[in-house]
């Protein structure tokens, strides 16, 4: 999920994917399934000066930001775009 704003705008970004998450948790509930919020990872992608650092309320459950989060478990992002994570898990190898 991607929502984009503005510096000032990151409390009300954060209460937006979690109301978003909740609508998802929802619908999931609503076709007999369970979602698992613990497995819920947030990365929030802002200036290295005032990077934000707002948990996220899934589901009653509080997710704080990673600095970096993987995608389907092989791709990993952090929140400046720079692939160090990913690049120094490959040549560990």
């Not at 999931?28 to 497995?39: C, F, G």
């Not at 990673?66 to 478990?73: D, H, I, Q």
Request: net charge positive; hydrophobic share 40%.
């Amino acid at each position: 999920m991607y929502l984009a704003g503005r510096r000032g705008d990151s409390v009300a970004c954060a209460r937006r994917v979690s109301a978003c998450i909740e609508d998802i948790n929802d619908w999931v509930a609503s076709n007999r399934l369970t979602m698992n919020p613990a497995k819920t990872d947030v990365l929030w992608f802002s200036t290295r000066q005032q990077p934000p650092d707002l948990p996220l309320t899934p589901a009653g459950t509080t997710v704080q930001p990673s600095t970096s989060v993987r995608n389907l478990g092989v791709l990993m992002f952090d929140a400046d775009l720079s692939l160090k994570a990913h690049v120094n898990e490959l040549t560990a190898r």
